[in-house]
Structure formats: structure tokens, C-alpha cells
């Protein structure tokens, strides 16, 4: 979580650098390490989508963040006739919601466009090759199945399905016990 915290920071910021000032960077990084434990949680345990590196967490919903934060904290200072527009570029919180409102436009533009764009993707990949694996390659992980080899080696996965000999204990870890003789 620490490193999705950082990255959560680098990619809010990526977005609005240009046009905010280092206090209001700060308070980017601040909120998006704040957003992606939340965020995270939710996608995992509400939405139930299973998402094992935080990536929509970290990339999604702090790259939305970073784009709603620029119509929010540029402070007009920055992005005199950048990109053909004539004059600075100030967010809702320095007087022009114009900027906050083009921003929620793109953003909402984008979750729709690359939501379906991966709905239908995944809808295709499933239909011609399956996205799910057999249950018991998914109760012993994929690293063997697919790489050959442990994923953690020395632990030992104690399962949640039970009609496989598992525990409802998933994820806790325990030593491997090896004797020697």
C-alpha cells in the first residue's frame, strides 16, 4: 500500500503539474494516498472485482483525481497560451469553472469510452479463450500453472475452498514445514 501511495501521488500529479503551485502538489499527493487505500478497498470488497495490484485504484481513480484537481487548483499562474488558448489556466477554486467543467467532461469522456472499449474487449478474449481457469488451478495459485515455477516460495497458501481440502483462512501464510533428517 505504501508504494501504491506514491504511485497514486506521481500519477494524480501528472495531470495538473504544469499548472498548480508546490502547496497545492502537495495537497494532490496527500488526497490521491488518502484515494487509493480507499479506493482499493472498495473496488475489492464492494465491487468485487479482483484487482491484485491496485491498478485501478492507483492509475483510474487518481488519474481522474489528477484531472479533476486541475480544474479545481490551478491558480492562474501557469498555461499562458498553452495549447492555443490565450491566458493562464485557473481552476474552480480561483474563479473559473469553465476549466473544472471541461475537466469533468474529459474525464467522464474517458471512463466511458475506455469502459467500454475493456467491456468489450474482455467480452471478446472470453468467448475465444476463456478468462477463467479450472477452479483447482485457481485454488493453487497460477504461478505453477502458468510460470512453472512458486510464486512465494517457502509459504504455503491455506485455501478457502473447502471442497478442495481448504480452510476458510485465504491468504493467510505459514511456513512451509520441511523436516531434515
Sequence with gaps: MMCNGMLAGLVAITAPC?????????????VAGILVIEA?????????IDDPVGAIAVHGVNGAWGCLALGLLADGTYGDGWNGVPGTVR????????????????????????????????KINDLVFG???????????????????????????????????????????????????
Design 40 to 48: 482499493a478497498l472498495f473496488i475489492e470488497r464492494k465491487m468485487k
Design 91 to 122: 481552476g474552480l477554486f480561483y474563479g473559473d469553472a469553465s476549466q473544472f467543467l471541461a475537466q469533468v467532461i474529459g474525464v467522464s469522456t474517458n471512463f466511458i469510452a475506455i469502459g467500454l472499449l475493456a467491456f468489450v474487449t474482455f
Design 131 to 181: 478468462l477463467r481457469v479450472k477452479p483447482a488451478i485457481e485454488a493453487e495459485g497460477l504461478d505453477m500453472d502458468e510460470m512453472g515455477v512458486p510464486g512465494y516460495v517457502g509459504v504455503v497458501d491455506n485455501l478457502a475452498m473447502p471442497e478442495l481440502g481448504g480452510h476458510a483462512t485465504m491468504g493467510v501464510k505459514k511456513p512451509l514445514i520441511v523436516e531434515s533428517h
Design 18 to 30: 504544469a499548472f498548480v503551485n508546490a502547496p497545492a502538489a502537495c495537497l494532490i499527493g496527500i
